[in-house]
């Protein structure tokens, strides 16, 4: 017998209310997980709808109290039977418990008053009216005289102004009403969360390689045809433009369409352009909006009153009928991979949602991931490319700086001797200057120049990073937010010579006051955009050119055009490519392209300055150049022989406990289960090959296994973590080890007082 969960209200808050029903025989084939299915509920069997969220052959209850489904119902193609059977594969490709899936595709129902606007309309006939209003003259009703006068005026009137302009009380519109003569309306007002209202825009008129590339996709999507594109851009290369005339034509077949941009590119500007082309049939999701606009958005999806909606990767999650078209631009950016479980990535599932509704996907970026640029090249994805600036507006001229060559020459300041000149050069031309930082914070950390001593987080496997200014010399561990004040002495030998090395954003804005005291200088990084639209405020005061200099991390290389900019400095390009991480080249390349990109959009005068210990490392020399395909071919070749994803797939299996000693003997269990299934899976490949065409390959790959280890913070709110790796070619191979896993996990106690989480082809390392 099947048993089937099923939901009957379905939301977030109503995952843990779920019945179990049996499925009947003749049933079983149409009963799939997200058919809303009908059944008897309650004492009086009062026949439901619910929805089956999964499927097992364990009753949950003695099977006596289980009752039967009584329906499939037919046409389930609704929207929540298509967001089910997403959760669902979401959950079987990624792991994770079904709730958690679920929760990452339905949305959270919030209550919020909802701004409500009544309107009286007139129901009688002008005739009618002209009578009654006669006879309220005769009785000397004024408030009734005002208001039919009004209504015969206008034929309809908003709630509010009546009472308040016309003087006409509640209980008059009510008795009126309950005659007959007028009826009040009263329709539901969302928030819209895009308030200013602009003028509207012409679109540009497209350079010929860009229509070339909308001819072609609207060519295919007029044909039938459904896949993804990936369009590769250099920055300033119009692609956004590109976006609009794709999204335009696929809304004009009546589809709708979403948009996925990082959220720290989702900016007012960003959004802006997006409105003064589309208007208001376009709703933004983001972080910053309450819960209950989060659902009127959802809402006014469903009831198809947009039919574009911009948002970060939750966004992807929006619930159109007629969804036809998923951009996500800035494909290559590690947001879009979830870091709770379950750790999906909004590329793959963008496809996989696509495919269930027939629509197409683009992805765009200047510096695509070494996955879409591999697929692209092996055929599954179709590239498009844009290789020049519009407006022949050229790239700015760049200049690697080697930092040992400048501490030869005696300079331990930050800026090299090119770079002080360049800023110089710009600020006596009134032009700006955007100084960029890997890392918020990096290497800030204090040591004892004595002993050695380095200041740690008691909670965390961290060194404590130094902050002045707004919390005056203190210590923060920037895992926890623990805080403690800035020691005089070290607390292990004494000595007064405990400092602060390295430079964090904050030393840079010190340093950068101190050469160029004339200068006037932002900063921008986690400490000074905490607050509710804090980045915004900075970004628009620098583009308002309150401010010569902005210094800040990563975040400020994303998204803003700043006409005025014309010198961008890199001060420490190294600092990425040391992590221990097997995306570390290709991080630090996107970084530094991206970066220079910013420089020189409008003038012509663009100049990048990159400050290098390894000006000879091919991610640096090829984004020096903007040779995107220079880089992928070296680093292609690395990942291949190291064996590491795109060309393989890395199955992670992320252990944590309370309790350090129990975490390490479960990922040492875990360890010699992987084993055994390894064992298991290569007898049993063996003898399907005999009878199925499974091919050499799978069967000779090996499945690697690297660890146990600790991971790299080893501990994080005195919480231990471990780490294991498992390498193999075929992702399915990975998957079903990981389902095998997840079966394991459950029936064996010793996990019990420890959490593990699996994470497919991780975007940095644990
Ligand atoms: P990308 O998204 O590739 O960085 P954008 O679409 O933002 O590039 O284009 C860069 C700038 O060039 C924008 O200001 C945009 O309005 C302008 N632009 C793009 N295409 C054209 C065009 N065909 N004609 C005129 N201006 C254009
Ligand atoms: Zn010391
Ligand atoms: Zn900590």
């Known amino acids: 017998m099947i048993y089937a969960d099923i939901i009957v209200d379905i939301s977030v808050d109503n995952l843990d209310k779920t019945y179990q029903f049996a499925v009947p025989k003749h049933l079983e084939e149409k009963a799939v997980v997200g058919a809303l299915v009908k059944f008897p509920f309650g004492k009086a069997n009062r026949i439901i709808k619910g929805y089956i969220i999964s499927l097992s052959q364990t009753p949950k209850i003695d099977i006596s109290y289980i009752k039967e489904i009584s329906e499939v119902v037919d046409d389930a193609l609704v929207m929540e039977s298509h967001l089910i059977k997403l959760a669902s594969w979401i959950r079987e490709q ?39 209003l006669k006879e309220v003259q005769r009785k000397g009703y004024k408030a009734r005289i005002r208001f039919l006068t009004v209504l015969l005026d206008k034929g309809q009137l908003d709630y509010e102004e009546a009472i308040h302009q016309y003087g006409i009380t509640r209980p008059v519109i009510q008795a009126m009403e309950e005659q007959g003569v007028i009826r009040v309306e009263a329709k539901t007002l969302y928030r819209n969360p895009i308030k200013n209202k602009q003028e509207m825009q012409k679109p540009v008129t497209l350079t010929e390689k860009q229509q070339e590339i909308v001819n072609d996709f609207t060519k295919e999507y007029e044909e039938g045809k459904r896949r993804t594109y990936l369009l590769h851009g250099i920055t300033g290369s119009g692609k956004t433009e590109v976006y609009m005339e794709m999204m335009d034509h696929v809304l004009k077949q009546g589809k709708q369409v979403i948009l996925l941009i990082p959220e720290i590119a989702l900016t007012y500007q960003t959004v802006m352009r997006f409105y003064k082309r589309f208007g208001d049939r376009i709703s933004i999701m983001n972080s910053r909006l309450s819960k209950g606009e989060r659902y009127d958005q959802y809402l006014r999806a469903k009831q198809g009153e947009i039919d574009i909606m911009i948002g970060p990767r939750s966004a992807l999650f929006t619930p159109f009928e007629k969804l036809g078209l998923i951009i996500i631009d ?26 269930l509704l027939e629509a197409s996907v683009i992805l765009g970026s200047a510096t695509p991931s070494l996955e879409a640029y591999k697929r692209a090249k092996d055929g599954e994805y179709k590239l498009y490319e844009l290789k020049e600036r519009v407006n022949q507006a050229a790239l700015p001229k760049v200049y690697i700086v080697d930092l040992r060559e400048e501490l030869k020459k005696k300079n331990k300041s930050i800026f090299s001797e090119k770079l002080k000149e360049l800023i110089q050069d710009r600020l006596d031309k009134k032009e700006q200057i955007m100084l960029f930082l890997n ?41 926890c937010g623990y805080e403690e004040p800035m020691p005089k002495k070290c607390p292990s030998c004494g000595s007064p010579y405990i400092a602060t090395f390295g430079t964090g954003t904050q030393k840079v804005e010190e340093m950068v006051k101190k050469e160029f005291p004339s200068a006037r200088v932002l900063r921008m990084d986690m400490d000074t955009t905490a607050g509710k639209d804090g980045h915004e405020k900075i970004l628009s005061a620098f583009a308002k050119q309150e401010a010569d200099i902005l210094v800040g991390t990563q975040m400020i290389v994303k998204g803003h055009d700043f006409g005025n900019v014309s010198l961008v400095g890199i001060l420490a390009a190294d600092l990425s490519l040391y992590a221990n991480d097997y995306r570390a080249a290709e991080k630090t390349f996107q970084l530094l392209t991206q970066a220079a990109g910013r420089a020189g959009r409008s003038k012509n005068n663009g100049e990048v300055v990159i400050q290098t210990y390894s000006p000879t490392n091919y991610s640096v020399t090829t984004a020096a150049v903007n040779d995107y395909v220079g880089f992928y071919e ?133």
């Open 634 to 766: 070296k680093e292609i070749l690395f990942r291949t022989m190291m064996k590491y994803p795109p060309v393989s797939n890395i199955l992670v299996a992320f252990l944590t406990s309370k309790n350090e000693q129990s975490v390490e003997q479960a990922s040492e269990l875990f360890k010699a289960a992987v084993l055994d299934y390894k064992q298991q899976e290569c007898v049993r490949l063996e003898q399907a090959q005999e009878n199925e065409s499974i091919s050499e390959d799978v069967i000779k790959e090996e499945l690697e296994i690297i660890g146990p280890v600790k991971a790299n913070v080893a501990k994080v709110n005195d919480i231990y973590r471990y780490v294991l790796y498992m390498k193999h070619m075929d992702y399915i191979y990975l998957r079903n080890l990981k389902n095998f896993m997840e079966g394991f996990i459950e029936y064996s106690k010793i996990f019990n007082g420890c959490s593990v989480q699996f994470d497919f082809n991780p975007m940095s390392s644990y």
């Open 94 to 132: 990624y792991g994770a418990t079904l709730n958690d899936a679920l929760k990452v595709v339905l949305p959270v129902k919030q209550t919020v008053k909802m701004i409500e606007k009544r309107t009286i309309c007139l129901q009688w006939s002008k005739e009618e009216t002209e009578n009654l």
């Open 330 to 355: 800035e494909e290559h950016e590690g947001s879009y991979k979830s870091e709770m479980p379950p750790k999906y990535h909004a590329r793959e599932v963008a496809i996989y949602r696509a495919s």
């Open 439 to 479: 890392r918020r914070g990096f290497a800030g950390f204090v040591s004892c120049r004595s002993c050695g001593h380095v200041m740690k987080c008691p909670h965390c496997d961290v060194s404590l990073t130094y902050h002045t200014g707004r919390r005056a010399d203190q210590l923060v561990c920037h895992y």
